[in-house]
């Protein structure tokens, strides 16, 4: 046996999200049967961790232990010949049959794209969340910063959570402005990327804290009261959740991925 390591890219639109579901609709659903049909074996992969319905992903990482002897250079393409055009595979590596994509996980990036400009991008439109009107860019920095650190962050999590703990440590934030397609003489703002880098992130937690940016930079509330919400530990007093299709898991990024 072999323990194989693979990283996969994907358009979550059209998915019930990346976990396999009844509905057979799955990112991990595809990937299983895209391997059944190389191999023949029927195995089930385990990931870093799940993505929401309509979620993307830049390097999915999964892994899964495989008999077959196929050599790790030729899976990419095998597996891409038989998966939908919005699944990608782009990297195969064996690594030691100890690895655990979702132990192993040591931080994890989430980007949440804003298109503030007046018109929505035709091109793109699946992967950015469109918002016309005018957001305060240094209120929403200055309301981010109160999350990062180690916290309890209940008020940011779904109520359908089943964690037993809502404490989790976001190691970094920050935003990023491309200006490249704003017309000259107008109110466009730019495309706003939200970059949150964690320990692990709980459900809907991004979508709710750039939810409840986004009210901070409409001037609903000041940035400071970020750091109330997050006292509260209380989902009722944070914002509302983001569309999912502004998301994407950027990267994941492993301590020691021993081959």
């Known amino acids: ?57 830049y390097g999915q990482p999964f892994n899964f232990a495989t008999a077959s002897q196929i050599p790790v250079e030729r899976w990419c393409l095998a597996l891409n010949a038989r998966l939908p055009v919005d699944i990608v595979v782009t990297e195969a590596r064996e690594v030691a049959m100890s690895f655990h994509s979702r132990r192993g996980a040591k931080r994890k990036t989430y980007r949440y794209t804003i298109n503030a400009n007046q018109f929505p991008d035709p091109f793109l439109r699946r992967w ?27 008020s940011f999590a779904s109520r359908k959570s089943t964690k037993t703990s ?18 000259p003489g107008t109110r466009d703002q730019g495309v706003i990327h939200t970059f949150i880098t964690g320990s692990g992130f709980l459900q809907h937690m ?17 940035a400071h009261r970020m750091a109330d919400i997050l006292a509260a530990c209380d989902r009722g007093a944070a914002g509302p959740t983001a569309v999912a299709n502004g998301l994407a898991l950027w990267s994941v990024e492993y301590e020691d991925l021993e081959l």
């Open 1 to 57: 046996m072999r323990n194989l390591f693979m990283k996969v890219n994907y358009d979550g639109t059209n998915y019930d999200g990346f976990q396999t579901q009844p509905s057979g609709n799955t990112v991990q659903d595809r990937l299983e049967q895209a391997i059944q049909l190389l191999t023949g074996e029927a195995l089930k992969i385990t990931a870093s961790g799940r993505t929401d319905a309509g979620v993307h992903a």
């Open 128 to 154: 950015q969340y469109h918002h016309p009107g005018k957001l305060d860019l240094s209120a929403m920095e200055q309301g981010l910063a109160y999350l990062i650190g180690t916290h309890d962050y209940t």
């Open 206 to 222: 991004v979508r709710i804290i750039m939810g409840t940016l986004m009210q901070v930079g409409e001037g609903k509330f000041d």
């Open 166 to 183: 809502h404490v989790r440590t976001i190691y970094e934030a920050r935003i990023e402005v491309d200006l490249s397609l704003c017309r």
